[in-house]
């Protein structure tokens, strides 16, 4: 997910697309840890994702105050 997707999400949304990714990532690094994922590199995108979007959170909370 690009930053410009991110950034058209609206606010209330995105504190629970980020939880939803986290658990999506935890879940994909245990399936990893047993067996081997076809794509790993999905474990770099997921991480990319959450740090998108806990910028994007951190953004709409700096200019709010």
Do not use: D, F, G
Request: no cysteine; proline share 5%.
């Amino acid at each position: 997910m690009k930053i410009a997707e991110i950034r058209n999400i609206p606010a209330n949304e995105l504190q629970e697309r980020l939880e939803a990714e986290v658990e999506n990532y935890q879940q994909m690094r245990l399936n990893h840890s047993v067996s081997p994922l076809e794509n790993p590199n999905l474990l770099r995108e997921s991480r990319r994702t959450i740090a998108r979007l806990k910028t994007v959170i951190h953004e709409i909370q700096r200019n709010n105050k």
